[in-house]
Protein backbone atom coordinates (compact mmCIF):
# COMPACT_ATOMS: atom_id res chain seq x y z
CA UNK A 1 0.00 0.00 0.00
CA UNK A 2 1.13 3.53 -0.90
CA UNK A 3 2.15 5.44 1.86
CA UNK A 4 1.12 9.55 1.68
CA UNK A 5 3.18 12.05 3.90
CA UNK A 6 1.89 15.49 3.54
CA UNK A 7 3.69 19.00 5.41
CA UNK A 8 2.84 20.38 7.15
CA UNK A 9 -0.46 19.16 8.90
CA UNK A 10 -1.51 22.86 9.71
CA UNK A 11 -0.19 26.00 8.42
CA UNK A 12 -1.33 29.56 9.22
CA UNK A 13 -0.10 32.75 7.48
CA UNK A 14 -1.04 36.25 6.47
CA UNK A 15 -2.80 36.76 3.46
CA UNK A 16 -0.47 37.77 0.87
CA UNK A 17 1.96 35.02 1.79
CA UNK A 18 3.45 32.32 -0.52
CA UNK A 19 2.21 29.32 0.95
CA UNK A 20 3.75 25.71 -0.10
CA UNK A 21 2.08 22.29 0.80
CA UNK A 22 4.20 19.46 0.24
CA UNK A 23 3.26 15.33 -0.56
CA UNK A 24 5.63 12.85 -1.00
CA UNK A 25 4.64 9.19 -1.38
CA UNK A 26 6.44 5.55 -1.06
CA UNK A 27 5.21 3.25 -4.16
CA UNK A 28 5.13 4.49 -7.83
CA UNK A 29 1.75 5.66 -9.38
CA UNK A 30 0.02 6.74 -12.59
CA UNK A 31 -0.89 10.03 -11.22
CA UNK A 32 -0.96 12.29 -8.20
CA UNK A 33 -4.16 14.69 -7.31
CA UNK A 34 -4.33 17.75 -5.30
CA UNK A 35 -8.01 18.42 -3.86
CA UNK A 36 -9.29 21.17 -1.79
CA UNK A 37 -12.11 20.28 0.61
CA UNK A 38 -14.09 23.30 2.83
CA UNK A 39 -15.45 22.50 6.41
CA UNK A 40 -19.07 20.54 5.82
CA UNK A 41 -18.35 20.81 2.15
CA UNK A 42 -17.57 18.36 -0.58
CA UNK A 43 -13.86 18.25 -1.63
CA UNK A 44 -13.04 19.24 -5.15
CA UNK A 45 -10.01 18.14 -7.92
CA UNK A 46 -7.55 21.01 -7.89
CA UNK A 47 -5.05 19.48 -10.47
CA UNK A 48 -4.30 15.88 -11.62
CA UNK A 49 -0.65 15.47 -12.04
CA UNK A 50 1.35 12.63 -13.79
CA UNK A 51 4.37 14.71 -14.80
CA UNK A 52 5.54 18.11 -14.55
CA UNK A 53 4.09 21.11 -13.67
CA UNK A 54 0.49 22.59 -13.73
CA UNK A 55 -0.50 26.44 -12.92
CA UNK A 56 -4.63 27.50 -12.88
CA UNK A 57 -4.77 31.07 -11.48
CA UNK A 58 -2.46 31.49 -8.28
CA UNK A 59 -1.94 28.21 -8.03
CA UNK A 60 0.73 26.15 -9.45
CA UNK A 61 1.43 22.24 -8.90
CA UNK A 62 4.62 20.27 -9.33
CA UNK A 63 5.78 16.59 -9.41
CA UNK A 64 9.11 14.54 -9.52
CA UNK A 65 8.66 11.25 -10.41
CA UNK A 66 12.12 10.30 -9.64
CA UNK A 67 11.81 12.01 -5.96
CA UNK A 68 8.49 10.43 -5.33
CA UNK A 69 7.18 14.23 -4.05
CA UNK A 70 4.93 17.11 -5.29
CA UNK A 71 3.98 20.56 -4.22
CA UNK A 72 1.15 23.05 -4.42
CA UNK A 73 1.90 26.38 -4.41
CA UNK A 74 -0.30 29.34 -3.25
CA UNK A 75 0.71 32.77 -4.62
CA UNK A 76 -0.36 36.10 -3.02
CA UNK A 77 -2.99 34.12 -0.08
CA UNK A 78 -6.14 35.28 0.16
CA UNK A 79 -8.32 34.40 3.36
CA UNK A 80 -11.06 32.34 0.87
CA UNK A 81 -7.94 29.92 0.21
CA UNK A 82 -8.83 28.68 4.14
CA UNK A 83 -9.43 24.92 3.26
CA UNK A 84 -7.93 21.78 3.84
CA UNK A 85 -5.99 20.66 1.05
CA UNK A 86 -5.21 16.57 0.12
CA UNK A 87 -2.93 15.07 -1.94
CA UNK A 88 -4.06 12.05 -3.43
CA UNK A 89 -2.35 8.89 -5.65
CA UNK A 90 -3.47 6.53 -7.93
CA UNK A 91 -1.40 3.32 -8.36
CA UNK A 92 0.79 2.47 -11.20
CA UNK A 93 -1.54 -0.50 -11.28
CA UNK A 94 -3.87 1.19 -13.41
CA UNK A 95 -7.72 -0.20 -13.52
CA UNK A 96 -9.32 -0.84 -10.43
CA UNK A 97 -6.75 1.54 -7.80
CA UNK A 98 -9.15 3.99 -5.65
CA UNK A 99 -7.22 7.09 -4.47
CA UNK A 100 -4.84 6.59 -1.54
CA UNK A 101 -4.97 9.93 0.57
CA UNK A 102 -2.55 11.80 2.45
CA UNK A 103 -4.05 13.14 5.81
CA UNK A 104 -4.20 16.63 4.77
CA UNK A 105 -2.67 20.22 5.70
CA UNK A 106 -5.13 22.80 7.25
CA UNK A 107 -4.30 25.91 5.68
CA UNK A 108 -5.67 29.11 7.82
CA UNK A 109 -5.09 32.55 5.82
CA UNK A 110 -5.77 35.24 8.34
CA UNK A 111 -6.71 38.83 7.00
CA UNK B 1 -27.93 17.42 -11.66
CA UNK B 2 -24.33 18.70 -13.15
CA UNK B 3 -22.35 16.96 -10.01
CA UNK B 4 -22.12 13.96 -8.14
CA UNK B 5 -25.25 13.81 -5.66
CA UNK B 6 -25.39 12.25 -2.22
CA UNK B 7 -28.63 11.64 0.17
CA UNK B 8 -28.95 11.66 2.84
CA UNK B 9 -26.77 14.95 3.72
CA UNK B 10 -27.00 13.74 7.24
CA UNK B 11 -28.10 11.06 9.27
CA UNK B 12 -28.36 10.01 13.10
CA UNK B 13 -28.75 6.36 13.59
CA UNK B 14 -28.91 4.41 17.05
CA UNK B 15 -26.40 1.86 17.17
CA UNK B 16 -27.98 -1.77 15.42
CA UNK B 17 -29.86 0.44 13.37
CA UNK B 18 -29.28 0.41 9.41
CA UNK B 19 -28.58 2.93 7.56
CA UNK B 20 -28.50 3.34 3.34
CA UNK B 21 -26.76 6.15 1.66
CA UNK B 22 -27.38 7.03 -1.69
CA UNK B 23 -25.17 8.31 -4.91
CA UNK B 24 -26.03 9.48 -7.62
CA UNK B 25 -23.06 10.21 -9.53
CA UNK B 26 -22.76 12.25 -13.03
CA UNK B 27 -24.10 10.89 -16.10
CA UNK B 28 -21.83 8.57 -18.36
CA UNK B 29 -19.38 8.19 -15.66
CA UNK B 30 -18.30 4.84 -15.73
CA UNK B 31 -16.15 5.05 -12.56
CA UNK B 32 -17.61 4.71 -8.53
CA UNK B 33 -15.80 5.52 -5.54
CA UNK B 34 -16.97 4.98 -1.99
CA UNK B 35 -14.76 6.91 1.16
CA UNK B 36 -15.04 6.98 4.25
CA UNK B 37 -13.61 10.20 6.35
CA UNK B 38 -13.61 10.07 10.07
CA UNK B 39 -12.67 13.39 12.04
CA UNK B 40 -9.36 14.85 11.14
CA UNK B 41 -8.59 12.35 8.90
CA UNK B 42 -8.03 12.25 5.22
CA UNK B 43 -10.83 9.76 3.35
CA UNK B 44 -10.22 5.94 2.72
CA UNK B 45 -11.11 3.93 0.23
CA UNK B 46 -13.82 1.64 0.36
CA UNK B 47 -14.79 0.08 -2.76
CA UNK B 48 -14.82 0.40 -6.30
CA UNK B 49 -17.07 -0.02 -8.97
CA UNK B 50 -16.57 0.05 -13.31
CA UNK B 51 -20.35 0.45 -14.36
CA UNK B 52 -22.43 -2.05 -12.17
CA UNK B 53 -19.39 -4.25 -10.97
CA UNK B 54 -17.89 -4.08 -8.15
CA UNK B 55 -13.84 -4.66 -9.22
CA UNK B 56 -12.58 -3.66 -5.70
CA UNK B 57 -14.10 -4.04 -2.14
CA UNK B 58 -10.89 -4.58 -0.16
CA UNK B 59 -11.82 -1.61 1.56
CA UNK B 60 -14.69 -2.38 3.16
CA UNK B 61 -13.92 -3.07 7.71
CA UNK B 62 -16.09 -5.37 7.58
CA UNK B 63 -19.15 -8.06 6.54
CA UNK B 64 -21.54 -5.39 7.87
CA UNK B 65 -20.88 -3.48 4.75
CA UNK B 66 -22.05 -3.78 1.64
CA UNK B 67 -22.47 -1.67 -1.86
CA UNK B 68 -24.12 -2.37 -5.04
CA UNK B 69 -24.65 -0.27 -8.07
CA UNK B 70 -27.12 -2.94 -10.08
CA UNK B 71 -27.50 -1.02 -13.29
CA UNK B 72 -24.30 1.09 -13.32
CA UNK B 73 -25.25 4.41 -12.11
CA UNK B 74 -26.61 4.79 -8.80
CA UNK B 75 -24.81 3.30 -6.21
CA UNK B 76 -26.01 2.26 -2.15
CA UNK B 77 -23.72 2.03 0.18
CA UNK B 78 -25.58 0.09 3.13
CA UNK B 79 -24.49 -0.52 6.57
CA UNK B 80 -26.23 -3.24 9.06
CA UNK B 81 -25.76 -3.11 12.78
CA UNK B 82 -24.06 0.26 12.97
CA UNK B 83 -21.78 1.21 15.65
CA UNK B 84 -20.20 4.17 17.06
CA UNK B 85 -16.76 3.63 15.45
CA UNK B 86 -18.90 3.72 12.08
CA UNK B 87 -19.55 7.54 12.42
CA UNK B 88 -17.73 9.67 10.02
CA UNK B 89 -18.74 11.39 6.42
CA UNK B 90 -19.09 8.87 3.21
CA UNK B 91 -17.81 10.07 0.11
CA UNK B 92 -18.97 9.02 -3.33
CA UNK B 93 -16.43 10.15 -6.09
CA UNK B 94 -17.31 9.68 -9.95
CA UNK B 95 -14.74 9.62 -12.43
CA UNK B 96 -13.76 9.69 -16.07
CA UNK B 97 -10.17 9.45 -17.12
CA UNK B 98 -8.57 12.24 -16.13
CA UNK B 99 -9.87 13.32 -12.93
CA UNK B 100 -12.04 13.17 -10.28
CA UNK B 101 -15.28 14.22 -9.44
CA UNK B 102 -16.81 14.40 -5.30
CA UNK B 103 -20.09 14.69 -3.24
CA UNK B 104 -20.51 16.57 -0.66
CA UNK B 105 -20.58 13.68 1.72
CA UNK B 106 -23.35 11.87 3.81
CA UNK B 107 -22.18 12.48 7.80
CA UNK B 108 -23.49 9.70 9.75
CA UNK B 109 -23.39 10.13 13.59
CA UNK B 110 -24.55 6.62 15.03
CA UNK B 111 -25.43 7.31 19.10
Known amino acids: KNEVEQSPQNLTAQEGEFITINCSYS?????LHWLQQHPGGGIVSLFM???GKKKHGRLIATINIQEKHSSLHITASHPRDSAVYICAVRGSGGGADGLTFGKGTHLIIQP | GAGVSQSPRYKVAKRGQDVALRCDPISGHVSLFWYQQALGQGPEFLTYFQNEAQLDKSGLPSDRFFAERPEGSVSTLKIQRTQQEDSAVYLC?????????FGEGSWLTVV
Open chain 2, 93 to 101: ASSPRNTIY
Open chain 1, 49 to 51: LSS
Open chain 1, 27 to 31: VGISA
